[in-house]
């Protein structure tokens, strides 16, 4: 028997549409259409209105778009759409594409279309006619905000996902509290240092474990390295409204960079979703964290970094009455200072210079930088030491404070000796520093001594390593040049302060001669003092090297900051941009994370840095006998190469006498620099420490 066929006509082919199976044919329709909906509606109320909880949506049966749940929320933070300005009829027509390129019945597809427009009209179109009745008083300081983050990078392409993040943020602010913007528009200081201590606990309250999700996971070798450090004051880096922009803007990127491809594929996928992760962790602690939890923090410090702090002030208000006295551009001075690292307190006891803090003469730096042509300054430069010295003394002195030690030191050309005799006629009790005794024997005398033990001359390569182990050159990257007071401060109740000042032109920053650099090394030295086997990887000295670059380059951007707020003046030219290398000037600027387009600048400028501490035997290297050594890096691969870079291995000189008579160390040669390279063999280099220096 024939089966009966019923014909189905279009509309009641449509009202089977929500069958199980055929749900499921049009889930990922729905689910598109939905999601960009959902999205845009929530860009749209961050910029129009306080709240912006987006309850979830979905088709019914009759595909009328209905709300289902009033109590999930979605992150605004992790859209990634370029939404422009909320361009409702551009996004309708691609919804129109979209159903077009789909296999629908007509009658459906009308349903759609008329289901999206009215979700359109309710949730923008009569809200936004609300609006704009009253848009200038309830919403100047964003329309400002914004104006004034165009005018301040107007020679900055920006894009409108750029502006959609800022418009985020100011929104989140000025909901938050209206202090945070000022009347203009421009996020205030109270904002920004919100937003500060807003990433430094939200990453920070990440587990730090081994996961995909642990902070140096996400951020890779100190990529946005302001966002979750703090300085030795204890205190968070404050940066520009662009730079949490970027930083925003690099967690929603799920296609990021991967310089190392660590991980493969599979990692870098893992990297990109636990970005996603953070940043929705950022933003739910954004709805939770208030200004009084972080304004009113009072952070633990030592009596000793106390005791900084108040010289600290001190310093600052006798440097800024100086300046105020001299109304002169010729010689303006800026006012600094910060307590002695942990690095540097480690280095300087794990050599044996110092055993305790109260030998080290440095436990607190000031500092007073020199702005302007040094060629020009001679005597406005002395009588600003001068002048500036004798105010801090009378300002310490209402204070409660005496100065009980003083003596004076100098590198290269900042000041003659003249000028120092006259300094210590100005300053009573000022004496000169004495140089330090020679630690190891003269060359001749060790030559002499191991000719009388061995009847032989002692041979070149040990002559290379003995006068490498007995040198020291810490400290001395670039042309650098200052002037500096060491003194001992003491208070009323006995406790006592060992300080450093030291006067320096600007260019000292330039180069291999910038602070970072200098930090730099005594990290470098911190680490292999710390380790047993008093080694440190080539991939690792890569890794901090790197770090460092990213300090320099966010560095950069707040001293242009200082120069556009008129805080320090212009300088003669753009040095401090760049540093030159092989020839070449390679900017530091917007090196802030890795990506695509600075990654060769990032390893050019690694490798020209451990190659200038190869040159000044500041790094030996560990060579195995029969083993290859290259002398210097001539090309970026070889820092590329994480496998081969974690096989080399480097020490310091101020460890050499300690680790040469080491047994696991006797096949090795030591890798110092020359033409050509000079391979020392650690165990004969030991004989001679033993027979000819340390036993005698």
């Not at 279009?10 to 049009?26: C, F, G, I, Q, V």
């Not at 859209?79 to 789909?102: A, G, M, P, V, W």
């Not at 491809?261 to 990297?271: L, T």
């Not at 300690?658 to 090795?668: L, P, Q, V």
Request: contains cysteine; aromatic residues 10%.
């Amino acid at each position: 028997m024939e089966e009966h066929k019923v014909p189905i006509n279009e509309e009641s082919k449509a009202e089977t549409l929500h069958t199980p199976e055929l749900s499921r044919k049009y889930y990922t329709l729905e689910n598109e259409i939905i999601g960009q909906l959902r999205d845009v509606l929530i860009m749209y109320k961050l910029r129009t209105e306080k709240s912006h909880t987006v309850p979830m949506y979905k088709f019914d049966e009759n595909r009328e778009i209905v709300n289902y749940s009033n109590a999930f929320m979605k992150d605004p933070l992790r859209i990634t759409e370029d939404t422009r300005n909320i361009y409702i009829l551009k996004i309708y027509r691609s919804f129109l594409r979209l159903l077009k390129q789909e296999e629908l019945p007509d009658t459906i597809r009308e349903k759609y279309q008329q289901s999206i427009k009215n979700f359109i009209k309710t949730n923008f179109s009569l809200p936004h006619k609300q609006f704009e009745k009253h848009p200038f008083e309830k919403h100047l300081p964003l329309q400002e905000a914004w104006k004034l983050y165009q005018n301040r990078f107007k020679n900055k392409e920006i894009t409108w996902l750029e502006k959609n993040i800022y418009m985020i943020i100011t929104n989140l602010l000025y909901h938050k509290n209206h202090h945070f913007l000022e009347e203009n528009g421009n996020l205030s200081l109270k904002g920004l240092k919100y937003l500060a201590q807003l990433f430094y606990q939200t990453i920070h309250t990440v587990s730090d474990s081994g996961t995909s999700k642990a902070p140096y996971k996400i951020f890779h070798d100190g990529d946005f390295g302001f966002l979750y450090t703090k300085w030795p004051n204890n205190k968070v880096s404050i940066a520009q409204p662009c730079h949490y922009v970027e930083a925003i803007k690099y967690l929603m990127d799920t296609n990021g960079f991967n310089a190392y491809g660590e991980g493969g594929e599979k990692g870098n996928a893992e990297r990109n979703k636990s970005k996603l992760a953070c940043l929705n962790d950022l933003y739910l602690k954004s709805k939770t964290y208030t200004w009084d939890s972080q304004e009113n923090q009072i952070p633990s410090v030592s009596s000793r970094e106390q005791f900084h702090q108040e010289t600290m002030n001190i310093w600052e208000q006798a440097v800024g009455n100086i300046n105020q006295k001299q109304h002169s551009n010729t010689c303006t001075i800026v006012a600094s200072g910060r307590p002695k690292s942990p690095n540097s307190i480690w280095m300087k006891q794990g050599s044996g210079k110092s055993t305790t803090l109260d030998d080290i003469t440095d436990l607190s730096g000031l500092r007073a930088t020199f702005y302007g042509d040094i060629t020009t300054q001679t005597q406005a430069i002395e009588n600003t030491i001068i002048t500036t010295m004798k105010a801090y003394r009378a300002w310490l002195g209402k204070e409660g404070i005496t100065i009980t030690k003083i003596e004076l030191d100098k590198k290269g050309k900042l000041v003659s000796d003249e000028v120092i005799k006259h300094i210590q006629n100005e300053l009573p009790n000022a004496q000169k520093r004495k140089n330090k005794a020679e630690k190891f024997p003269a060359l001749e005398v060790v030559q002499e001594r191991y000719k009388k033990l061995s009847g032989k001359t002692l041979p070149s390569e040990l002559v290379v390593g003995y006068e490498t182990v007995k040198w020291s050159n810490r400290g001395t990257n670039g042309d650098y040049n200052d002037f500096k007071f060491i003194i001992q401060l003491e208070k009323a109740d006995g406790s006592t302060l060992n300080q450093e000042i030291s006067f320096y032109h600007c260019d000292n920053d330039v180069d291999l001669g910038n602070h970072h650099i200098l930090d730099l090394e005594k990290i470098i030295h911190s680490i292999v003092n710390k380790r047993s086997e008093k080694i440190i990887s080539l991939n690792n000295i890569r890794r901090q090297t790197e770090k460092k670059i990213k300090e320099m380059s966010f560095d950069i951007d707040r001293y242009e900051q200082d120069i556009r707020d008129g805080k320090v003046p212009s300088p003669q030219n753009d040095n401090y941009a760049y540093m030159r290398a092989n020839g070449q000037k390679i900017s530091l600027k917007d090196l802030r994370y890795r990506n695509e387009k600075n990654t060769e600048r990032f390893n050019s400028l690694i490798c020209h840095i451990i190659n200038h501490f190869i040159q000044q035997k500041k790094l030996l290297c560990m060579i195995k006998k029969g083993e290859p050594f290259n002398n210097l890096f001539t090309t970026p691969e070889i820092i590329k190469d994480r496998k081969i870079a974690k096989e080399i291995g480097f020490t310091t000189t101020d460890v050499l006498p300690y680790i040469s008579h080491d047994t696991k160390f006797e096949d090795y040669d030591l890798g110092i620099y020359g033409t050509p390279v000079t391979r020392c063999p650690m165990a004969e280099l030991w004989k001679v420490l033993t027979q000819c220096v340390l036993l005698v």
